[in-house]
């Protein structure tokens, strides 16, 4: 089977195609707009919340109100994710996604007239609401309309522009007001929804209904050719296939593909949460202001976004020349050897007072920046890829419901893990936990996710559906393969 897929991937016609995926590349991109507010609403709080907490003036806020903010956003995410997972099967992948922009303009809306906790509180809603749209949609749609080539190399869309908006707001926040910001935000839902309207319907979406010439057209565009006709069966056969599993709660765990691609992608959420990469955007202040340097906390804050969104750019044309399961061990397993090194230091400059370490002060900036370069090209950029890949048709909306709840949940409870061992014994305690954790990670990962690399949909739930073991040895094939045709 991969023999005869390799057989395929070599034949000229379909070479020749290749030139004619521009649309499916701007599709993946205009959808992926989408996910700059949601990057901003999360690297918000980082310049904002100071600003908020100490200006009494304007703003009636206590600390204790703070924190709930921080903890509003990801209920939020909880509750509402489910529906707009289901919501993505009723109305579509792409009217589901353009209802983002909603909630989007609300939020700054409301952030910018706010005055009182409870303001921020209904703004902070809206925001999970966005955030429930994004992990819902966007995996989804740009799984579905992208051939293997083109998902692999431009499905970390998402990912890449979730840290530009990060950085954008880190830039904004060290410049401008919490109301002028919020007027500065406001355009970039405009932006995506007037750009992403003249986008097709994901075909999936649309032969799941039934509705088959407007799958067809969709196709046609994507294609960028007339003759669909052998594009349009197969996928017929396929989403057939898929839709022909009765898509029950109990079947994400009874049906063997469908557990394995849940459990490989939880496996995914907990091993990037574990790792430390949530945690650092949240504190990332805090870790360089132990550093005695030239550069301000805010500076530094900024050159670690600027470097994060430079990384994941590039790793997006390296993770398909690698494959997934590669990619993912050889970013895991160095990760951890710098987040040891850094809970060394920590532990040097926390527990053992009577040794003067000034000398290796810049071991926490040095240690971040090669965090963020190593995974980058791995678990950072992997799960949101791996999501739109792996669910059936049938079952995906209840499956990326889940995984969010649990990553939501999971993410929480990181959070305050982190803050209850670093207050109680140290900086040094959490980094040594997230250095074991991304080498346990590296080791399952091995196991337990499927190489996806240069498949189509239809080919990965096949996967999934044989052993792992013989999963393995197929991606060994695929590779061996792949090196003989280059």
């Known amino acids: 089977a991969v023999l005869s897929k390799m057989d395929r991937t070599a034949d000229p016609k379909i070479l020749s195609d290749n030139g004619k995926q521009w649309l499916q590349i701007l599709a993946t991109l205009s959808a992926s707009l989408a996910a700059i507010t949601p990057g901003i609403s999360i690297g918000w709080s980082a310049p904002f919340l100071p600003k908020i907490s100490k200006d009494k003036e304007n703003y009636d806020i206590s600390e204790e109100e703070i924190v709930r903010m921080q903890a509003v956003s990801i209920y939020t995410v909880i509750i509402f994710c489910p529906i707009f997972s289901k919501l993505c099967d009723v109305i579509g992948r792409k009217r589901t996604l353009l209802l983002i922009c909603i909630p989007d303009l609300l939020t700054w809306i409301l952030i910018a007239n706010a005055r009182e906790a409870y303001v921020f509180l209904i703004a902070k809603v809206f925001s999970g609401m966005s955030h429930g749209i994004m992990f819902a949609a966007i995996p989804t749609y740009t799984g579905e309309i992208s051939e293997p080539k083109v998902r692999g190399t431009w499905g970390n869309a998402m990912t890449v522009l979730f840290y530009a908006g990060q950085l954008f707001v880190t830039v904004i926040g060290s410049y401008y007001s919490v109301p002028t910001s919020c007027y500065i935000f406001m355009p970039i839902s405009v932006v995506f929804g007037i750009v992403f309207c003249f986008m097709p319907e994901s075909p999936v979406f649309l032969l799941m209904k039934g509705r088959h010439e407007e799958a067809k057209n969709s196709l046609r565009r994507l294609r960028g050719r007339e003759d669909i ?36 992608l939880t496996f995914l959420r907990f091993s990037l949460i574990l790792s430390g990469a949530f945690v650092f955007v949240f504190y990332i202040g805090y870790i360089f202001g132990k550093s005695v340097g030239t550069f301000t906390p805010e500076t530094s804050s900024i050159i670690y976004m600027a470097l994060h969104l430079l990384m994941s750019f590039f790793a997006s044309f390296i993770v398909d020349i690698l494959g997934r399961r590669k990619s993912l061990i050889f970013s895991l397993t160095p990760c951890s050897i710098v987040l040891l090194i850094e809970s060394i230091y920590f532990y040097m400059d926390e527990q053992v007072t009577d040794v ?91 196991y337990i996710i499927p190489e996806t690399r240069g498949k189509t949909l239809e080919e990965i739930q096949q996967d999934l559906k044989r052993p792992v073991r013989s999963m393995i040895d197929d991606g060994k094939v695929y590779e061996k393969c792949n090196q003989n045709i280059l």
């Not at 950029?381 to 999501?387: F, G, K, R, S, V």
């Not at 409870?413 to 959490?430: A, E, Q």
Request: charged share 15%.
């Open 229 to 264: 006709s052998a594009d349009f069966e197969a996928l017929k056969a396929d989403v057939d296939r898929q839709m022909s599993e009765r898509g029950r709660w109990k079947d994400l765990f009874l049906i063997r593909s469908n557990r394995k691609a849940l459990i490989a």
């Open 356 to 446: 003067d370490i000034s000398f290796w002060n810049w071991i926490p900036v040095t240690g971040l920046v090669l965090f963020v370069v190593l995974s980058s090209f791995g678990i950072d950029i992997m799960p949101a890829l791996m999501q739109g890949e792996l669910f059936s048709a049938a079952i995906k909306a209840k499956g990326v419901g889940l995984l969010v709840v649990f990553t939501c949940a999971m993410s929480g409870t990181v959070h305050y893990l982190f803050f209850l061992l670093s207050s109680r014994f140290g900086m040094f305690v959490p980094f040594l936990v997230f250095a074991c954790c991304n080498l346990i990670s590296a080791i399952i990962a091995y």
